[in-house]
T-cell receptor, first 116, second 116 residues
Framework: AQSVAQPEDQVNVAEGNPLTVKCTYS??????LFWYVQYPNRGLQFLLK??????LVKGSYGFEAEFNKSQTSFHLKKPSALVSDSALYFC??????????????FGTGTRLLVSP | EAQVTQNPRYLITVTGKKLTVTCSQN?????MSWYRQDPGLGLRQIYY???????DKGDVPEGYKVSRKEKRNFPLILESPSPNQTSLYFC???????????????FGSGTQLSVL
């Protein structure tokens, strides 16, 4: 089965500094990778995805993610963090079930705290 | 406004008392799904539905039931809730199952359930 791992429960950065939220994946075949964000008291929102092509994927709210095949990583990045970026971030990977149906498998989440 | 609506937002109940969490989407999506979110475990899929009258188990279906009588609604039913079902629940939908991983999921705002 495909899986993703988010090694950090929490990431703290100061506003204006670059941020990185880490994700590594374990897949057979080509990975389809996603990032979702969850703001307080809200459902998850799609940020970006990697299917094929450019290793640097740009998404919503100024976020981008870098796909690195050799390191099996898909880290989420932003050049300059905002306090409003504070949220819970989930990495996800597409998995194919025995029925042929495909679903998303989510990581455990990383809480990002941006201090003023 | 396109949205996935879950009710109630918060629910406290006692062991064994049947409850239903409602989910409705106004985007004419075929695919709907229920997840539970637990600290350290991320999101785990409970049940999903690929269309009306078509439902199937996810990763953690025990103790839950669903129905899909109408395209827009996908209620989650706990026939006899137990304390280990205390969790944050999310409903999600998309146009088609993420077959080619091109379709992003839209999430509701969540239902925090406590079973005493």
């Amino acid at each position: 089965a495909q899986s993703v791992a988010q090694p950090e429960d929490q990431v703290n950065v100061a506003e204006g500094n670059p941020l990185t939220v880490k994700c590594t994946y374990s897949v057979s075949g080509n990975p389809y990778l996603f990032w979702y964000v969850q703001y307080p008291n809200r459902g998850l929102q799609f940020l970006l995805k990697y299917i094929t092509g450019d290793n640097l994927v740009k998404g919503s709210y100024g976020f981008e993610a870098e796909f690195n095949k050799s390191q099996t990583s898909f880290h989420l990045k932003k050049p300059s963090a905002l306090v409003s970026d504070s949220a819970l971030y989930f990495c996800a990977v597409r998995d194919v079930m025995n029925t042929g149906f495909q679903k998303l498998v989510f990581g455990t989440g990383t809480r990002l705290l941006v201090s003023p | 406004e396109a949205q996935v609506t879950q009710n109630p937002r918060y629910l406290i109940t006692v062991t064994g008392k049947k409850l239903t969490v409602t989910c409705s989407q106004n985007m004419n999506h075929e695919y709907m799904s229920w997840y539970r979110q637990d600290p350290g475990l991320g999101l785990r899929q409970i049940y999903y539905s690929m269309n009306v009258e078509v439902t199937d188990k996810g990763d953690v279906p025990e103790g839950y039931k669903v129905s899909r009588k109408e395209k827009r609604n996908f209620p989650l039913i706990l026939e006899s809730p137990s304390p280990n079902q205390t969790s944050l629940y999310f409903c999600a939908s998309s146009f088609v199952p993420p077959r080619e991983a091109n379709e992003k999921l839209f999430f509701g705002s969540g239902t925090q359930l406590s079973v005493l």
